[in-house]
């Protein structure tokens, strides 16, 4: 069995008189992509944000190796290697693809103090931002400015920024949303690379998508689990086709 | 312009500015060693507004800070040490912003405009209502401050050339620290959390701690400014704490070009040319000021100084360049 | 302080608050609904005065003053948002601050070009001259009752306004949602017009009911400017009701500060607003 890397316990989330999160139980394991399915208003985003840290749970604990991380913010999240990608694209989009990665990058050693570095000669943190773009598959566009790139390859920055931090769990939010059938198909490869070394949380829309690449699937239902298993269990799941299937799963 | 073009130019005013005083009248060389002390302000202002996104409304404050720590720290009939006012000047202006933006960094948008100018009120109120700064009336500064360290001293602020260089020393300091700072892995970061804040923190960046950080610099630097303004002027009022001083800086700031170290020069100069010029046309030349801002507002978005490089751009028939 | 004198010093307050509370509420509508930074709404309450003073002068009677002075001060509103305020909509905040600060300085020099920078006082209507004894040596003068009561009345008619009239349903709207406005089909210049000149007018109405008490002076504008920001935040930017909690709130901490602790006293009120920020960071009645 892998080892899990991220896991939430009893998770609830409140706002004012209503549930978002109810006990929500999820494990990420590494090696394992796990995909987050449920219809619109399931609470598949606040689950993230839990995750996440940008959002602190109601109730719930959450672990990472073992260790409890509940009170733990968002930055402090990203630097034990748990990082997320956005649902809306959320990147630097006046610098260039090389200066979100770098940035990216440089947030492991972040040497505030040395006034006197020229961050843009930072060897290490440049390095790995290269690498990150390679790996999410930019490269060559380095030095394009984020904000005037197709809606695709900004996804793919997306998931380039996050690598450069060296995240062991990856939290991603649509990264499928808007993307062209080949550009989709391009990202599939890359998660489907991408999971070997690390845990892989994919909140998705896209059914096709979630079925060709996911070793394991949550279905989220009015802010509870529905039910959790592997893809073939998930698809003939009585439960998950009333709920939310319906007939789409039929068809197949 | 292209770079080339831009380096000739920063090295001719440069040239021009230290020249200055061996061909012009002592009245100018004080009107632009004022200018170059305000150039400072803006440039501090400008780290905060331009490259860290935080439009901070009450800047005076520390500028105002340090010029009351130097009167205070000048006894009645000696000078005090420059080697000890300097730096004790500069640390009071950073200890507050430091302790300032503790609070009002947990503020964004129009609260975070609005929070700053409340605490530029509340040291505005501090030495305008209680004797510790001779109230309303300000207090002056009888003695500049004595370079001499153990009786040798290399330059004497009582001469105007000397404080005239030494302000344009302190000027040139200033903005080779900025270029450093903004250079350097620190800097990117200001400049990142401008950009996106949120996703700073996500990338794992403790962001508050950066704008602390951005913050107490700023406030330090603006602390120079006003350290330096006392000593030229020889008094201090209030006044130096004052929102329409504020207003003033973030005008330079605005006016100049934001995220832009020479444009907030620019606009210092540009100010108090303005003011100059206008003050000699009438006795209401706030009107012609007020006039001239609105129109700026209205037909030039993207502040006076895009004007200038546009034009010139079209001239170079290059790509603008800081 | 003993009971006569306590009993002063609150009418004073809420004399005060009120007072700010007209000047402050056209402020966060207009911050809440048009997203507008106005600098120069202090100058609305300058420009109140000296009406006041300029028409108290020409027709002998502050009361004429004022029902001439409104209505021009509201026509000044609406020809002020026409001309200039109209094309900040879409602009960035910074932009805003700049051409409102710019505003100000005109607004003062033409004040000075037309009238000169003497102090002027403003005679008090002769049926509220008198003074209410409250002890042997101790007295309130009627006026002030009869600011507060006005204000008071206002602040009643505001909330009409706003809760059971279509310009006050177009208003909450408005301040909660922009796209929704126009989905309803509201002719949203007519209403920022209004909304602005509402607000002008009752900065002016300030201006010119607190003219015979304080005076009219040079620069009157500046120091009620910074306090309306004051309670605008406080309040929450764009909540009415949150104005007037915080415009009481800092009555009575700037007229007891200056009893208690008068060495102090300009502090207060700014001490109150950074206690307040830090407890709720975006005010009292934040919107949601």
New interface residues.
Partial sequence: MSEVLLAAEGMTRRFGGLTANQNVNIALERGVLHALLGPNGAGKSTCINMLSGDLPPSEGTIRFKGEDITGLTAYQRSRIGIGRSYQRTNIFPKFTVLENCRLAAQSRKPRPWSLLTDALRMPDAVERARAAIAEAGLAGREERVAGTMSHGEQRQLEIAMVLATDAEVLLLDEPLAGMGSEESAQMVTLLNRLKTTRAILLVEHDMDAVFAVSDRITVMVNGQVLESGSPEQIRNSPDVQQAYLGHEAEHE | MNSRTTTFLKLAALAGVLAFPAFGSEFYAELIAKVLILAIFAMSLDLLVGFTGLVSFGHAAYFGIAAYAVALLTPKYDPASLWLALPASVLAAAVAAFLIGLFVLRTKGIYFIMVTLAFAQMAYYVFHDTPVGGGSDGIYLNFKPDAAIAGWAPFDLNEPHHLYYFVVGAMLFVYALLKLVLRSPFGRVLVGIRSNEHRMLSLGYATFRYKLAAFTLAGGLAGLAGFLYAVLFGFVTPEYLSWHKSGDVLLMVILGGMGNLVGAIAGAVALVGLQEIFTGLTKHWQLLMGLTIVAAVLFMPGGMAATPARILARINGGKTNE | MDFVSFLIQVLNSLQYGLLLFLVASGLTLV?GIMGI?NLAHGSFYMVGAYLAFALTSLTGNLMLAIALGLPLAFVFGAILEWA?FS?LYK?D???Q???T??????F???R??AVGDEVHGVTIPELFSASIPLSDNLSYPVYRLVISVVCLALAGGLYWLIQKTRLGMMIRAGSHDRDMVKALGIDINLLYRTVFALGVALAALAGMLAAPISSVYPGMG?SVL?IS??I??IGG?GSVWGALVAALVIGFADTFGKVLLP?????MV??V??VV??WR???IFKKA
Avoid: K, N, Q, T
Wanted: no cysteine; proline share 2%; aromatic share 10%.
């Fill in positions: 911050f930074i200039l094309h602009r905040h910074l932009e601050v700049l051409l600060y710019g505003l100000i300085l005109i003062e020099e033409l000075s070009l500046s910074i920001f004051v605008v935040v930017v060495d102090l006293a300009g502090l700014y001490l607003m950074a920020l830090l960071p975006e005010g």
